[in-house]
């Protein structure tokens, strides 16, 4: 598999999540009931690669101001500040780990300030290269290295462009979440350059077109994959609308029913003809279409460096789970994968181990998430149940990580740096 390029994710009052420290696998599943905040948990990372392309103050608002990202508390006093942070496996091959963080203070009518912000970068050959932001303060073990300091900007987007803190940039940019609508692949879309499908999967069209740009095999491989999934259905091609593009369907089907005498060949011959109609996405049903934007997801170009996949399952018939389990398997030998589910269908596959789980809870008005409890582990080790049949009997548990869930333990954002 590929290895995590995203080792750990850790939140500080972010959304539902007041503290926490979340390592992953590839792939992970993180598994919880409706409402336990695990598309809060994922937000973060469409946030971290908004947070690269624009500037601060439009992903805040993007999302209803920064009242509605920062995690809530009671009382009249401001709010505490709020912070994200990554640490990284090997990135690029040459960058072998890192660490990038950032912390925002909140201010009056909707404003913010950055008050910390932090990136280390280590290679393959053990050298250390880092920069620190102190509030109005900028230090830095590359020399020359000084960019200008907004208050509600970061500084990642500008630093990035030294070679040295380029991979962070660039992992961080590619980072993509996906909650495919399929209402949004009916419609006639706009063209783009198809290097990057959308949240929502309204640009399928394009990134389609420009997977079969690069590679015919790999779009032959999509309807191959799109067979498994929803049978009958062969292929799938992009058509041009005037200056709009949409989806086209084949379906085939062999005519072995009372009507195949009319197509054999010959006088008690077992030949039968082979049927095929076409579809516009419009006449095609939510499972289908939905299975279209996840193919598109895993196969667009270039690679992102990990998605997260809310809900796989949604509109889709638990007799094609299983191929949208080894399409996830198979992304995970390509980039990082990550998965928000409640289904217990999807988890019974057998190589699902406890290494790819962890639970989100809510509780207390906050969201935790924790590793399965030490029972949940050795009942899948000695393979006495699998992962979706403890989950329809409710005992996928996290292991507790404190007694009160109303006061976490925080978790570190910034590292020691040298100088």
């Given at each position: ?15 539902s ?27 973060a ?16 608002d ?178 041009k ?28 011959s ?16 939510d ?21 997260a ?100 333990p ?10």
């Amino acid at each position: 598999m590929f290895k995590p390029v995203v080792r750990s994710l850790i939140l500080k009052r972010f959304r539902s999540i007041p503290s926490e420290r979340i390592e992953f696998d590839n792939p992970t599943f993180l598994v919880g009931r409706n409402g336990s905040g695990k598309s809060n948990l994922v937000d973060a990372f469409s946030f971290l690669a908004d947070a690269m392309a624009v500037p601060l103050q439009a992903v805040f608002d993007r999302r209803g101001g920064i009242t509605a990202v920062r995690n809530r508390t009671s009382g009249k006093s401001y709010p505490p500040n709020l912070g994200l942070g990554v640490e990284f496996g090997n990135i690029n091959g040459a960058a072998t780990s890192g660490r990038y963080a950032f912390e925002v203070r909140a201010l009056p009518n909707y404003g913010f300030e950055v008050v910390r912000e932090q990136c280390l970068v280590e290679n393959a050959n053990k050298t250390r290269n880092w920069f620190e932001r102190d509030r109005g303060t900028f230090r830095s073990n590359v020399p020359g290295l000084g960019p200008a300091l907004d208050p509600a900007a970061l500084s990642i987007p500008l630093v990035g462009g030294e070679a040295r803190f380029a991979p962070v940039l660039s992992a961080l940019s590619r980072l993509r979440v996906y909650s495919i609508e399929p209402s949004k692949l009916r419609e006639m879309q706009d063209p783009d350059g198809g290097s990057s499908l959308r949240r929502d999967g309204s640009n399928a069209a394009s990134v389609l077109q420009e997977i079969g740009r690069q590679s015919e095999n790999q779009l032959a491989r999509v309807g191959e994959i799109l067979a498994t999934i929803v049978p009958n259905t062969r292929a799938v091609r992009v058509r041009k609308h005037g200056n709009k593009l949409s989806l086209e369907f084949t379906q085939e089907w062999d005519d072995a029913g009372s009507d195949s005498k009319r197509w054999s060949v010959g006088e008690g011959s077992d030949a039968v003809e082979s049927k095929s109609l076409r579809f516009e996405a419009f006449n095609m049903s939510d499972g289908t279409l939905r299975a279209l934007g996840l193919l598109a997801a895993v196969f667009q170009r270039p690679a992102p460096s990990l998605i997260a996949i809310e809900e796989p399952e949604a509109t889709i018939h638990p007799g094609a789970l299983g191929a949208v389990l080894e399409l996830l398997r198979h992304a995970a030998k390509n980039m990082q994968v990550v998965v928000t589910t409640h289904s217990p269908d999807l988890l019974d596959a057998k190589w699902v181990e406890p290494k790819h789980l962890r639970i989100v809870e809510w509780a207390n008005g906050a969201t935790r998430v924790g590793d399965l409890s030490e029972a949940t582990r050795q009942a899948l080790r000695d393979q006495l149940m699998g992962a979706g049949e403890l989950l329809r009997s409710n005992a996928l548990r996290a292991e507790p990580l404190f007694a009160d869930v109303s006061h976490p333990p925080q978790a570190s954002l910034f590292d020691t740096v040298e100088g």
